[in-house]
């Protein structure tokens, strides 16, 4: 992980700290349903008991653990036998029956939902918020629409901001159905059979539940690595989806469109050589970011196909991968949300670029009617294409050049091609658009 | 398409053919609303007249499409070009309105979902039977778990079968999930917002409910592609799921191991120069053909930012990885059922191999009743693990070096550890967890 | 292979036609070499016989070759057996000691090497000389220079053909050191220590060079993966390459900019819908098909870990990436080259753009010279902002309110504040660097 | 960086201590050049005096530089503004007429230039040192050869380590090649044509030679970025390297072939719940290490397609994968010769495996003899096929069945059919294979 790429929360929430607190709680929560369901071992009472040594003896020491694993070369094998340290001769309670990864995989998915629960805080407590609010302010905001960088029809600046929100809502389903995918661990020791006398699937069920989990339908010695792949590719997702959010404001703030704005900080520096420059950096920084995610989910679908009952391979891929993709998403939610929320839109600059083309933009209607008016579409084509190349290398517009063509004015009423000329028709269905993506209560709106 | 990874069935559906009547569909329908809907340009009965027309006139001629597009480098408009051509003057009546991506991208959607239609029954009908089957036939074929490729502890052949059936049912239900992602058209014309005077979401919903599809929320001039990238992705993990298989039947296979063996032809021939060879070719070839899809998917991630209201770099993208994508996922589930179907199991060397282990996998019960007994974790592994290394290194099992060893002996009375011995017992909740697999049906079985 | 991509010559090099009389040379090789080396088995001139009794047989019946490989569901076994059936019994000295991955990976290193012959053919006798022309014809066409999409610092056109140049320069010498890498054989037999009685590093060595190919170091039953992924690796940044020529061309297009085009046919139609519209669909096509190659590379890298002395699982992944990815490559070169040759500039809004910035751009010279002149840097950097930022906004510009800021005035004489301003100056090193691309020779010129 | 999988050297060289000072040596050698070159604006012996304030001042001092980034939110500015802070207003004297990026872009190629030395030193110096110890020690170490997992023929164990020793050794030659292209700085100012009054090719040329490093040849703002892809996938390539030899030593330390073992520490514990089981875990771990670097590569190439000048969108990648990949790749080189080194090979292992297999692999040599003999080579492959499968499925031999076959006693001498089973000659070329990776001087060993 990349500080400079992270968010406070995240930084915690992957933390050496947090990860072994989760260990222990996934020890506790295993060791109370072992007293309640498998009898037999734990005398009654030891996980709480357990529970409150911990808690009196504050947090753990990582030096020490970190002492005992250089030793035993064993990261949960350091752990308990530090816990046993720590907490006293009953820690030997803890762990029963349980293999490694039951204790790491279910942290895992711990850690993996409380990190998707942040990512999903931010985009639907902010990005998307942002985004509503200017798709309605700007819903009104005409704009040249461009295909291939070239202007084409008129929409407005609320649709643009209103596609990306449909497209980051569908990234938010996809992450909380992986969060469902995901909030799966497992206490099956070490094959997955609960072979082990206090094990069984009764047990891990309970146990799982306190921790908001269900048990993996079968596991091997592990979680399935499909589970955290999708997860992975789900955030691939999102990051694309804020990287077409990027991609349209550097292109609406380069210096000939100049349409738009990322937020500058007053005393923010542009350039080291060139002081007036104001980039837009931020939203170029979410598209490299972008790349590192859509690399992390190519190696993360490289783990599902492990040998046999489980390898270890997945383990580093996942290191690296756990905590930087679910880093990096987090902080480019928020860095979105922060250009959408300051983004400064100049109205009169997209006028302006629209007047351009706005009466070039009719020639799709003006095709139409010809069409529709009987000229077969192959001529009609050329006759518009004609007039339109004409307009544009300067002189008469395309209006004019229409009004004046024989073929033209031979078919279509004055007040018919006039009408291919207005702007207020082409964008009707506009609230129609909102209205699917915000609901009907937007067509009430201004 | 490599023609040697593809069915015939995909091979169909990825035709010129195929696509130019899809098109001709799509156009149709829109054109059938427009009569409705629209009323004016459109005399009734248009879209009727034009579907007979097409249906007498014959299957599309390829050839004389070919040679327009040589002309005008245009596809669709080659495509109408034709089709005034060969269906007459009220052909012009096609298209009305639209743009290119109107028909492209609905017809591509219908095209998809044809594709995962094919891949879900075939998972459906075919592989995941096929699993279901071996995991009930072989539930209590024991077979020593292997982690690190080490062995392990016992399991049954048919959890590794029942686990594999849990990983691609999830597979399928992602693929279902974007299925109705990508079962999405678009009839907004050049920029989305129904700017020709004849479009309308209105419109646009009736035509796409005659093709089963639901308008896109917010439309550029495409329909986004994290629609088209969520699919790849979701066909990425079924190959990386069945990936998993092949790569259990590879290691299953080997020399060294034989517990199990693909199908082979009664005359296919192994090797050139080694004739007595019979090699898990079928599943090799799976696990190439997975990496294959894996590339594919990062691509798709690229294929999201399009630039403003798009451009058109993603279509090279997709001309290769939705044909090629689909029917690799669709040869690869057929594959994978021949394999499953037709897999010899050696239930014989299963059980040779799981004596050679079975001593050493009680260590882990034996290690967990001298820690319930009082010993602490650390003093107990080194006992356990000192045992186990002499029994590895020869002479005495495991079994009998624990019952000589005092400390053992003063801890854990001789039935108890015998117990730790016990197959059956290990194997006890086998039962439960297919249950969790396959509904509790199974439990009623033999 | 998506035809629409490919060029006549590697359709025909990638055919089946291609491939086995490919096979049918190294097989004739290895036996003329066996002949000569091994002694014994081969009674002398076989291999000449079968040359001319081959020569005589005309093409290859392909079919009969497929129906024999449906049998034997093994494509040498099937090969062979066709050639018996073809040439007569002395065909049965064919393949003498040979394993199928001696001809199979023979064949694939003698038909990559023309693949990256052809490329380079391209590259060196076409994009390359076309960028050369531009990059001298446009060496003192100015141009603003653009970062993060803004304006920046005067350039001239010329230098961002010669940047391309440099970079696709490169690319040529990557592709040919891959080349080398790759030109490598394997007649080594069944895991590569020459095991039959007939084969030996000297017969291998002398069969090869006769292929224009070296023996592989030590080759496992084949030739190591690693020389395919890099040679992969290498059409990856080709492309990645081209793709950046192409998203130049891209932005300079786009209708804000318009300082340059594509070449659009003069009976292309640019959009079916608006007809005016001249779309760098060539570029985006390319950027597109950087992806594909980009994956490409990817999926290859996982090829490179084979189990043992090799598995088979790269087959089917190459299958799709050796002729894919050449003839993509191929294919984006010669597209470029069309597009650099065919390329239209608009000086005069080059010109155009620079004048709107020239001014501002001088402010990193002012800068400097504040900072010379013994202003600390911060506060230099903070007149200059100012300045650039209220001539942004409008009124007098940057060189009039340097000229009367006294602080300004009091460090920098008024003829030193004007050479800031002046462009010959600032372009005064672009011969020079143009000589580093070109040679001295450049130098020369007008 | 996972300081897990992190040597203190790289963690040292990717310090912000030893980036800022490789800022300050960038710094001072331009400034050192543009006294003597450019003459003008500094006065002699600032530099010399710059870098002994700079000595005498001690450490940069981070917190505080941290402090100014947070408020100029700009990294080389805020580094600027601290040297005046500390260094005194001669301070001024540097980055006359540079942008950042020459300060960044030539640092980098520094800083990556030092950690590929890293890398390769420990490729030179230790692991290909550790293959060819083992390569040789084992060459006449008899293994039987596997291919899809089956056994073939024999090899020996020192060809595997002489195959991985050619594979790494083309690593190491790649990894040199890609360090000669990224060797690469650029002092060019803004956008790279020198256009403040002081920079000039001849200062560039000069000021980087003191570095060790030549100018790009055509700058945009930043050195080019495919130098940059092509060193990460240099890298992705080392990784599939060691890759491939993990992948060997996992498959030998199985279970059931037992033919090596990783060194496994006398502390160190290998399960938590089997104490027995030593894994292949350093092994383990190369193979998902690897797929980081593969990850990496394609993000790599993804950053070449800059806009214009440059757009910042790599640097976020570059921040991750400069400091990740090269840590990566070289605890990767040094993880695998600490397995290399300490790798127990079990020779009684592998000849028993050996035996099973010896008389089939005879096969192909028997096969030869028949068909060199006059019989068809389908005729031959049968008859070997059918008694290969015979002695596979137990009772006589494959020897014992083809002396006692009348069709192969007809044609086969008894002392030529039993040659075919001499494991001597058929491992008889070894020696001059490995001569050919190692030198004639190895063919002098016993």
Redesign the interface.
């Known amino acids: 992980m990349?500080p400079?790429?992270a968010r406070k929360e995240m930084l915690a929430l992957w933390s050496d700290e947090r990860r072994l607190a989760t260990w222990l709680e996934v020890e506790l929560c295993a060791c109370a349903a072992m007293e309640r369901v498998a009898g037999?071992?734990?005398p009654p009472g030891t996980a709480e008991r357990l529970r409150q040594a911990a808690a009196a003896a504050g947090p753990l020491d990582l030096v020490r653990i970190r002492e005992i694993e250089a030793?035993?070369?064993?990261d949960?094998?350091a752990f308990?036998?530090y816990l046993?340290e720590r907490l006293g001769?009953e820690a030997?309670?803890l762990?029963?029956?349980?293999?490694?990864s039951d204790v790491l995989d279910t942290a895992l998915a711990l850690l993996l939902c409380q990190a998707i629960d942040l990512i999903l805080d931010g985009l639907r407590g902010r990005l998307l918020p942002a985004l509503r609010h200017q798709a309605l302010r700007h819903r009104r905001t005409p704009l040249i629409?461009?295909?291939?960088?070239?202007?084409?029809?008129?929409?407005t600046a609320g649709?643009v901001f209103?596609?990306s929100?449909?497209?980051l809502d569908?990234?938010a389903r996809?992450l909380q159905?992986s969060r469902t995918?995901i909030a799966v661990g497992k206490l099956a020791?070490?094959?997955?059979?609960?072979?082990?006398?206090?094990l069984?699937?009764q047990l891990e069920l309970e146990a799982l539940a306190q921790l908001g989990l269900v048990?993996e339908?079968?596991?091997?010695?592990v979680v399935?690595r499909?589970?955290h792949?999708?997860l992975f590719?789900a955030l691939?997702?999102l990051g694309?989806?804020i990287?077409?959010l990027?991609?349209?404001v550097?292109?609406w703030?380069?210096?000939?469109?100049g349409e738009a704005e990322e937020p500058f900080?007053a005393?923010?520096?542009?350039?080291?050589?060139?002081?007036?420059?104001?980039?837009?950096?931020l939203s170029?920084?979410l598209?490299?970011?972008?790349?590192?995610l859509?690399?992390?989910?190519?190696?993360a679908?490289?783990?599902?196909?492990?040998?046999?009952?489980?390898?270890?391979?997945?383990?580093?891929?996942e290191?690296?991968l756990a905590p930087?993709m679910t880093t990096l998403a987090d902080f480019m939610v928020h860095r979105a949300a922060t250009i959408v929320e300051g983004l400064t839109l100049h109205p009169e600059r997209m006028q302006q670029?629209l007047q351009?083309?706005l009466e070039?933009?009719a020639?799709?209607?003006v095709?139409?009617?010809l069409?529709?008016r009987?000229?077969?579409?192959?001529q009609a084509?050329?006759i518009?294409?004609r007039h339109?190349?004409g307009?544009?290398a300067g002189g008469a517009g395309l209006r004019a050049r229409l009004h004046t063509d024989p073929e033209v004015a031979s078919r279509i009423p004055p007040s018919v091609l006039d009408a291919c000329f207005d702007l207020q028709?082409?964008?009707?269905?506009?609230d129609?658009?909102l209205a699917?993506?915000f609901g009907p209560e937007v067509l009430e709106g201004p």
Chains 1, 2, 3, 4 share one sequence.
Request: proline share 5%; hydrophobic share 40%; charged share 20%.
């Open positions: 990349v400079r790429y037999g071992p734990i030793e035993t070369q064993h949960i094998v308990l036998t046993e001769p030997r309670f762990h029963l029956g349980l293999t490694s629409g461009r295909t291939h960088g070239m202007h084409a029809e008129p929409i649709l209103a596609s929100y449909a497209e569908r990234a996809r159905a995918e020791g070490a094959v997955g059979v609960y072979g082990s006398g206090v069984s699937p048990p339908t079968v596991a091997t010695q399935a499909d589970r792949a999708a590719a691939a997702l694309a989806g990287e077409r990027a991609m349209t550097r292109h703030q380069r210096t000939e469109v900080g005393r923010q520096k542009g350039s080291s050589a060139m002081p007036h420059k104001k980039n837009p950096v170029e920084n598209c490299g970011l972008a790349r590192l859509r690399a992390g989910a190519g190696a679908l490289e783990n599902i196909a492990l040998w046999h009952e489980r390898d270890i391979s997945h383990s580093s891929v290191r690296v930087d670029h351009q083309s070039l933009c020639s799709e209607k095709l139409l009617e069409v529709a009987g000229l077969p579409r192959g084509y050329e518009v294409q339109a190349l307009a544009l028709h082409h964008l009707r269905h506009v129609a658009i699917r993506v």
